[in-house]
């Protein structure tokens, strides 16, 4: 089994600073898109948003990790990351999470 990564957020975040989040070619673009998750709310669950340990998720080969954030509209958004070729980060995938 492959161990978790303690220090994501700090990843998450230094990525962010320097450029190297993306969203996965595929499945985080058309997320992004179709749940209408931009840049903005992006960027606001990355510097204030809170992990959320209990949605990571182990791939076999590395883990997924997750944030958390309300944003403007009082919605949660969820961001799932893949920090295993960091410096560059992959935003996995976008939700909103409703109670």
Known sequence: MVPKRTNVHQLI???WDAD???LSQ????ARSVGRQI???ELRDV????DREENEDRNRGTHWTYALRNRNVDGCDIRIIFDVEGFPDVVVVTLMHVYP
Not at 46 to 49: A, K
């Open 13 to 15: 975040r230094q990525a």
């Open 46 to 49: 990355i510097l204030y948003g």
């Open 26 to 29: 595929v499945h985080g673009n």
């Open 38 to 40: 931009g840049t903005p």
């Open 20 to 22: 190297k989040v993306r």
